[in-house]
Nanobody, 123 residues
Framework: DVQLQASGGGLVQAGGSLRLSCAASGFAFDDYAIGWFRQAPGKEREGVSC????????YYADSVKGRFTISSDNAKNTVYLQMNSLKPEDTAVYFC????????????????WGKGTQVTVSS
């Protein structure tokens, strides 16, 4: 069975840090990019960051550029999202996803979705 297990969410004060993890299994990890989406209450889902597990190329939304860093440990089939300088507007449920290599980082491009992890940033 395909699994994308996200963890690491929690409650943090503004300016703090969290590291999300996404442990993947049940599919060919190297054939996919792993991306993070987030959804805040009353807002549309937003693509936050994505990494190619094959060549390490990355993408960041403008809203998180310079504060978030995505990385991949292919030996562990795990992707990490280091989130620094967190702001209240980063509060959302964060979803880990798998996108086939060559596909665009959009909701339509996602093959597999994991269950979300809640990130709450207090002011």
């Amino acid at each position: 069975d395909v699994q994308l297990q996200a963890s690491g969410g929690g409650l943090v004060q503004a300016g703090g840090s969290l590291r999300l993890s996404c442990a993947a299994s049940g599919f060919a990890f190297d054939d996919y990019a792993i991306g993070w989406f987030r959804q805040a209450p009353g807002k549309e889902r937003e693509g936050v960051s994505c990494i190619s597990t094959r060549d390490g190329s990355t993408y960041y939304a403008d809203s998180v550029k310079g504060r978030f860093t995505i990385s991949s440990d292919n030996a562990k089939n795990t992707v990490y999202l280091q989130m620094n300088s967190l702001k209240p507007e980063d509060t959302a449920v964060y979803f880990c996803t798998a996108i086939p290599g060559g596909s665009y980082f959009t909701e339509d491009g996602v093959d597999y979705w994991g269950k979300g992890t809640q990130v709450t940033v207090s002011s």
